[in-house]
């Protein structure tokens, strides 16, 4: 028998839409991709630029196994700066993405048997990683309005909880947690000794104001202790082939992240790296212009959205680049869930938008807008079309 941890994993949803509308695309199919999540945009020149330096410089052997120190300063100055949490640079580790990170730290800190609570809707990976390590995911639905559900979080911890996962900006839902429920649910996690706090902060640089964001490890020093940030460079800078994640942590557990890296993958890319330390220097309006950007799509597709309100629901994102939408009026017929309207969208309308039931939501569809406004608005009209076509 293989492993049973493995066996348990499913293949990811959103990569499977991916799949079939690459293939129809090879046909020869006009399709619109919403489906994927990383942005459209190009890594900045600049930091294009600094790869090119590490090579002429042959940089180009291992590293520290942790990452190089000056990527390592940077992170906690980035941190301090932005988030007001102080770290040393021995609290962080340079992983390769913040899958890998999230990963880690699932390991350091999960034994066999052990659950781990998850926020749905959720990232698809979150619950496949706890099966991995092999955990027990817990899956707790947020609020209507996608805030934390702080009861049901505080009902669904006991003596086998270990971790809580977190993500805000949140994919597939957009939302963002507020200031005061994240120290409310701190409050919950200090009052138990053995629960940590495992906290995606991947999409923290693509938020709309005024909308800001917190990370719970900001609350007090106690806090830091007990949470696990992640965060990394492929949504905010638009490096996702680069793989450059991170982890910040108490010095403990960056110590076992370590050792893990260690035995798994050693350092991260050099190259990778060297361009990262100089990424988190460049003039943050290069940043700015892309949350631009997906700002004004947003608001295409929202004032859409508006107009279609007897058929779709959304909640408004607050931040990074998906929308969430509520297809419940049309389930049950001949379209019995969110796979089924998924392919449907695909396959006669030659839109790929991903099924709820990846994020563990059914009725919805994520639709990402990490796409040209051209492809947007024609996007928009094959679903205006698919929506009258459904309502015959
Ligand atoms: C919520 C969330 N966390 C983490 C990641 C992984 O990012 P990376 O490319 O750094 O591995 C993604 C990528 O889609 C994501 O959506």
Redesign the pocket.
């Known amino acids: 028998m293989f492993n049973r941890n493995v066996l348990g994993v499913g293949a990811s949803a959103t990569i499977m839409v991916a799949d079939k509308a690459r293939e129809l695309k090879e046909k020869g199919i006009d399709v619109i991709s919403f489906a994927l999540?990383e942005p459209d945009f190009d890594t900045p020149e600049i930091i294009k630029n600094y790869a090119k330096e590490a090579l002429d410089k042959g940089f180009t052997k291992y590293t520290d196994l942790k990452g190089i120190k000056p990527l390592r300063d940077k992170i906690c100055e980035k941190l301090k700066n932005d988030n007001n949490i102080d770290y040393s640079p021995d609290e962080i580790i340079v992983s390769n993405?913040?899958?890998?990170a999230?990963f880690n730290a699932l390991y350091a800190l999960v034994n066999p048997g052990e659950e781990v609570i998850i926020i749905t809707p959720a990232?698809v990976s979150y619950v496949e990683q706890v099966k991995l390590v092999g955990g027990i995911p817990i899956n707790i639905d947020s609020n209507e309005d996608y805030s934390l559900p702080l009861d049901k979080i505080k009902k669904a911890i006991n003596s086998n909880t270990k971790a809580i996962m977190i993500?805000s900006p949140c994919?597939p839902t957009g939302s963002v947690y507020s200031e005061d429920e994240l120290r409310k649910l701190a409050a919950i996690v200090l009052e138990h000794k053995d629960v940590y706090v495992i906290s995606?902060e991947?999409y923290e640089k693509i938020i709309y104001l005024p909308n800001k964001h917190f990370s719970i490890a900001s609350v007090s020093e106690g806090m830091k202790e007990k949470t696990i940030v992640i965060n990394?460079f492929?949504k905010a800078y638009a490096m996702?082939g680069w793989r450059m994640?991170y982890s910040a942590s108490s010095k403990e557990i960056a110590k076992l992240i370590a050792r893990i890296q260690s035995h798994m993958t050693s350092c991260p890319n050099s190259i990778s790296q060297y361009s990262c330390v100089r990424a988190l220097d460049i003039d943050s309006k290069i940043l700015d212009d892309m949350v631009v950007k997906f700002e004004k799509r947003k608001k295409i597709i929202f004032d859409w959205v508006k107009k279609h309100t007897d058929d779709i629901k959304v909640v408004e994102p607050q931040g990074a680049f998906y929308f969430f939408f509520d297809f419940s009026k049309f389930m049950g017929g001949k379209i019995k869930n969110s796979l089924d309207m998924s392919m449907y969208l695909l396959e006669k309308h030659n839109i790929a938008l991903t099924a709820g039931s990846a994020f563990f939501k059914e009725n919805f569809l994520r639709m990402s807008y990490a796409a040209s406004e051209k492809n947007i608005i024609e996007g928009l009209n094959r679903l205006e079309k698919a929506i009258q076509e459904l309502k015959k």
């Not at 993405?97 to 890998?100: E, M, N, R």
């Open positions: 999540g993405g913040a899958k890998h999230l990232w993500n994919n995606d991947i990394g492929s996702t994640g």
